[in-house]
């Protein structure tokens, strides 16, 4: 008989129903594998095993298994720790519950007691989530965030605004509305360390721009068209809380003397008028806006830590952001009055910088 043949014959024996004869077995396979016999398992007590009780005569199937007996519970920090290895867990109803307890342990401390963890630990392992596929875990972040202490977020501002930066450029909407949830925060807590520290000011303007569909500056070659805001943008919800954070990142940038009334500081102090002007310096390197002996500036990764650099740069986004805001008004609304109020305080605040210049 050839190969081919026995071949066809082994194919053949696949699709015959063999004829099973009364009063006997079917036969086993022969990858059968027995798996009738029990285990049987035991706990003896620790003190019976410390007294080397001999254990011969049990029987053989018994497994024994040494446990500690202590009645103290894991510790508060260990509860901790442990909850923050599980924020990379698979599941995202775990990732929420562990940042659910984070939250919770976080808030319920003692007023002046430390964290469980550093901040410069628990951090790096929160941000991730920003981009995180599960709505639920991103809101529970945004919550964990603000319970965290304020006076201690300043040390941690450029790495935070650095996953901002890159969630507010993400392709998903609710990704993006999350992003300027954790800007508003930082804002709220550390402003004037967002838009001074490397790339806080530059960085974050550029973002906007594309994130609103803006033309910007002529070195750079974005689209003019209108940016489409997914479905979060069905009632333009996406669109005023965008020009709300806006809004709040550039009364923050251009310093707290924008909030204040010059006039009513120097008529207080009459007869002597613009005399802040004639004092010594506040700050060192005053001058140091000007680059006298300095290496070529890189904008984007450069800082800028006066109120009155911020607003000289920002002169090369101000025609593009009011051609914007202009176009937005005109759509009448909530957005409508929304982007109104951002154009006011635009032209208040680089008119203010205008008028403090010249005087």
Same mark, same amino acid.
């Given at each position: ?9 082994? %194919? ?8 099973? %004869? =009364? ?17 049987? !398992?035991? /706990?003896?007590? +620790? ?35 442990? &909850?923050?290895?599980?924020?990379? &867990?698979? #599941? ?37 989530? $920003?981009?995180? *596929? ?10 964990? $965030?603000?319970? +965290?202490?304020? /006076? ?6 450029? $790495? ?6 890159? *969630?507010?450029?993400? $392709? ?24 001074? !520290? ?34 979060? #943008? ?5 669109? =005023? ?25 120097? @008529? ?13 310096? %506040? ?10 002996? *300095?290496? @070529? ?11 009155? /650099?911020? @607003? ?8 593009? =952001?009011?051609?914007? +805001? ?15 109020? @951002? ?5 208040? !605040? ?6 403090? %210049?010249?005087?």
């Amino acid at each position: 008989m050839g190969s081919s043949a026995r071949k066809k014959k082994d %194919k053949q024996k696949d699709f015959q129903k063999p004829k099973l %004869k =009364v009063g006997k077995v079917k036969s086993k396979p022969s990858n059968f594998t027995d798996t009738s016999f029990r285990s049987k !398992c035991e /706990d003896f007590p +620790l003190t019976i095993l410390q007294r080397n009780v001999p254990i011969a005569n049990h029987d053989p199937g018994i497994v024994l298994k040494q446990q500690s007996i202590g009645t103290s519970a894991p510790s508060a920090n260990a509860l901790f720790t442990h &909850h923050l290895s599980l924020l990379s &867990h698979r #599941s995202d109803t775990q990732r929420r519950e562990s940042l659910a307890y984070l939250t919770t342990a976080i808030t319920t401390r003692r007023v002046e007691s430390p964290l469980h963890q550093p901040l410069a630990i628990i951090i790096p392992k929160l941000l991730p989530l $920003l981009q995180d *596929g599960s709505n639920s875990v991103r809101v529970q972040l945004v919550k964990l $965030l603000w319970s +965290l202490p304020e /006076d201690e977020i300043e040390e941690h501002v450029h $790495l935070l605004l650095l996953y901002t930066q890159l *969630g507010m450029n993400h $392709l998903a909407a609710d990704i993006r509305w999350t992003a300027l949830d954790i800007l508003e925060w930082l804002l709220a807590v550390a402003g004037n360390e967002v838009v001074s !520290c490397a790339g806080g000011w530059t960085r974050t303007l550029n973002c906007f721009l594309v994130l609103l569909g803006w033309q910007g500056n002529e070195t750079t070659k974005w689209s003019s068209g209108k940016a489409s805001f997914g479905k979060a #943008s069905s009632e333009g919800k996406m669109l =005023v809380k965008q020009l709300n954070v806006l809004m709040s990142f550039l009364r923050e940038g251009f310093g707290p003397q924008y909030q204040s009334s010059e006039e009513v500081e120097n @008529a207080s102090n009459f007869p002597l008028w613009h005399a802040e002007q004639h004092l010594l310096p %506040k700050q060192s390197s005053c001058f140091d806006h000007l680059n006298l002996f *300095g290496r @070529a500036r890189e904008e984007e990764t450069d800082f800028y830590d006066d109120a009155e /650099d911020r @607003a000289r740069l920002f002169n090369r986004y101000q025609p593009a =952001v009011e051609h914007g +805001l202009q176009s937005v008004t005109r759509e009448g609304g909530e957005v409508g009055r929304t982007a109104a109020a @951002a154009l006011k305080t635009v032209k208040e !605040c680089m008119r203010f910088h205008q008028d403090d %210049k010249v005087s």
